[in-house]
């Protein structure tokens, strides 16, 4: 009582016991002492205490209590207790642990640095994601699909009649719908597609014929070097980057396909400088596969109609596809297309005169665009 307290220590269903004849407590016990009086809030023994000279030091520092940890309240101490997860959320905790296991922020690599927390972070997603794609290995699907997936929902009976009934009223009202490009076969079909990348069809038009006499087929542009086209494609936007894209392509053909143009998605798109959208296109033109090619208008008019929220032309193709049925996928692609060149402008739509704009909800549309 009348020197320094020694430190106590408590736990969370017993008494504080004293280890120097002090009387606080570190945490306080179910008794009460660990409360001082009239406050209700723990308290901690070493600081001062009853007979104590004024600014006395304590003894020892506090030292926390080897049982469990405690959150003192006004009222009385609460045992911490860890926020409840659900099912998915331990399943992903799980992994990223097994996943970190031996490597953690801090351990010395093999060039002699330390990883900080976001080297830390990415390996364990690295990890994870490495051996998600060895278990889907074989079965064509991709980390990317998966998650897609996932995140698909299923479009109603109503959805998908307002859908189809959308491009009822696009046919009716562009009974002509096609694609503008001109072409003669497969091989020009394919470079004519990546011409138009941020080209208008009608400019693309105006190049090919000159393009298409000087190399005839895929041998000839194998040939080529990207340089020997520029004279022919300047006026398009891209065009050295064009260029290299049909030569590599022209070379991939020739030397792989024996000179013709692959039918499947999977050997267009492994073609060089051939991504989803030109291989959707060529396939839908060609009759070789069902598609529903996703370019800048095609996914603009499709959120603005409500059919998709996405962003990505890979989740707004698979949307599309779970909405319209897949005899009318070539052809509801053509007329969104036209759709948009003609009418849904992106900035400023011409709503007044919209074959459908009875049936659109007009997403992100300013408020001074009405419908007729």
């Known amino acids: 009582m009348g020197g320094p307290s020694g430190v106590s220590e408590a736990t969370a269903s017993g008494p504080a016991t004293s280890t120097g004849g002090g009387s606080g407590a570190w945490g306080g016990g179910a008794a009460g002492e660990a409360r001082s009086a009239g406050t209700g809030r723990g308290v901690v023994a070493g600081s001062s205490s009853e007979g104590a000279p004024p600014g006395a030091a304590s003894a020892a520092p506090p030292r926390r209590p080897a049982s469990r940890k405690v959150i003192l309240t006004g009222a009385a101490a609460q045992p911490a207790r860890p926020p409840a997860r659900s099912a998915a959320a331990s399943r992903r905790v799980a992994a990223a642990r097994r996943s970190a296991r031996g490597w953690r922020r801090g351990d010395t690599q093999r060039d002699g640095s330390t990883p900080g927390v976001w080297a830390v972070r990415q390996r364990r997603c690295g990890a994870v994601g490495r051996a998600a794609t060895s278990a889907y ?13 996932r995140r698909r929902r299923n479009p109603s009976e109503a959805e998908r009649a307002r859908a189809v009934e959308v491009l009822d009223g696009l046919s009716r009202a562009m009974p002509d719908a096609r694609i503008e490009l001109d072409f003669g076969d497969d091989l020009q079909l394919l470079v004519s597609v990546i011409l138009s990348a941020q080209s208008t069809d009608k400019g693309v038009n105006r190049v090919t014929p000159s393009l298409f006499a000087t190399f005839p087929d895929a041998a000839a542009f194998a040939r080529a070097e990207p340089e020997a086209l520029w004279p022919h494609i300047r006026s398009l936007g891209l065009f050295r980057n064009k ?3 049909i030569v590599a392509a022209a070379r991939a053909i020739a030397a792989e396909h024996g000179g013709r143009v692959p039918r499947t998605r999977a050997g267009l798109e492994a073609l060089p400088g051939v991504g989803s959208k030109t291989a959707g296109v060529v396939l839908v033109h060609l009759g070789a596969e069902p598609a529903f090619p996703v370019d800048t208008h095609v996914g603009r008019l499709a959120r603005r109609l409500g059919f998709t929220r996405e962003e990505d032309p890979d989740r707004v193709e698979a949307d599309l596809r779970a909405l ?8 509801g692609h053509q007329l969104l297309v036209w759709h948009g060149r003609r009418c849904c402008a992106a900035r400023s739509p011409a709503c007044e005169r919209c074959p459908v704009a009875v049936l659109c909800p007009r997403k992100g ?8």
């Open 243 to 245: 260029a290299k894209a």
């Open 324 to 331: 319209v049925p897949v005899e009318r996928w070539a052809l």
């Open 137 to 149: 290995a074989g079965t064509g699907a991709t980390i990317r699909g998966l998650m897609a997936a």
């Open 365 to 372: 549309v300013k408020a001074g665009a009405r419908p007729r």
